[in-house]
């Protein structure tokens, strides 16, 4: 494969724009996109001026010159279309939520296993996060120790005007664990170095939002590898006052020392985002992260080249799923009763 050929399909979510600005600097080469909603496609069209718009969904799915499909649909019917692309012949990468039930899970699953062909999720708050990746690349080289403990935070600003009507809609957002909170699954996942974890408690509870009472907008999970133990808060409470759209905060506690990451924004006056704070047996230091280097779209280009999987191992992606969507389940359950 001497070039990547991909097509952007279901613009529904604007991290269709990471997405695609993800594989462009990995040297993929975008031929084409497919959107029946008319200001989409006109809000994707002025940004890449040169690629053409699709008529169908089935063109793209029959041109065997492209290799990957991305999207960023209306999030529960982002399983079907990766199920259709897989069995077209295509890999497939996809904004989270990757699935919005456990039986569209076991769906995609089972067509990734029958196909051998990679389903990804850009799990932004990891993989396009500078200092989440400097975090990464601190505890590989044991600079806390052992993980013992993750704390994952992840508020947003709810921007109610702007959502379209699905965003509003349990069974087509998929509640506010599958959706948020899958970013903080995979990473404790990735930070506890496991391939798997039990889900000890999860809630939800919509506290803002009357008018929209299928809107989910505050959720906790606490989960347990065994060795290392996770808490997860997720919000859409971020206030009008922030700088920015949410105060994503990572915290990680090892055996010898603890990571601190400022995702978007450091409260205390540090300009910018992508701040990682390191304590240590020798004492405290504060790292910019700004100018990390963000390997997972080239890693993801190459896995696609070499049938490999070094930019997220297959497995993980849908076990961070699973989890979210577990907890999911657990929480809405809980609900019920009380």
Not at 175 to 197: K, P, V
Not at 204 to 233: C, F, K, W, Y
């Amino acid at each position: 494969m001497d070039e990547l050929r991909f097509a952007a399909v279901g613009l529904n979510h604007n991290h269709i724009y990471g997405q695609v600005n993800c594989l462009l600097r990995a040297g993929a080469r975008l031929v084409g996109f497919h959107e029946e909603d008319e200001a989409l496609a006109a809000e994707f069209s002025a940004v890449y001026k040169d690629v053409p718009r699709i008529a169908t969904l089935e063109q793209i799915l029959e041109d065997e010159r492209i290799g990957l499909v991305t999207s960023a649909a209306i999030s529960s019917e982002r399983a079907e279309l990766a199920i259709r692309a897989m069995r077209h012949g295509k890999d497939v990468l996809v904004d989270k939520p990757g699935m919005t039930s456990l039986d569209q899970l076991a769906k995609v699953r089972r067509v990734q296993a029958e196909t051998g062909h990679i389903f990804s999720i850009l799990y932004s708050e990891h993989f396009e996060s500078p200092a989440t990746v400097k975090a990464g690349e601190l505890v590989a080289a044991g600079a806390i120790g052992e993980v013992v403990h993750m704390v994952g935070l992840g508020p947003h600003r709810l921007r109610k005007e702007s959502r379209p009507g699905w965003f509003f809609r349990r069974s087509e957002y998929g509640g506010i664990l599958t959706d948020i909170a899958s970013h903080q699954c995979e990473q404790f996942l990735f930070f506890a170095g496991a391939s798997d974890a039990t889900i000890l408690s999860a809630s939800v509870d919509n506290r803002s939002v009357p008018d929209s009472p299928e809107l989910q907008d505050t959720g906790n999970i606490h989960l347990s590898t065994g060795r290392a133990t996770g808490m997860i808060h997720v919000n859409w409470l971020t206030p009008d006052g922030m700088p920015t759209w949410g105060d994503g905060r990572l915290f990680i506690v090892g055996t010898t020392g603890t990571i601190e990451v400022r995702k978007t924004v450091d409260l205390s006056g540090r300009t910018g985002g992508n701040h990682l704070f390191l304590a240590d047996r020798s004492g405290v230091d504060h790292i910019d992260c700004s100018d990390v280097d963000l390997p997972f779209g080239r890693q993801f280009v190459a896995d696609i080249r070499d049938r490999t999987e070094t930019a997220m191992p297959q497995e993980r992606c849908f076990k961070a799923m699973e989890l979210a969507l577990s907890a999911q389940v657990i929480a809405e359950r809980n609900q019920e009763k009380n």
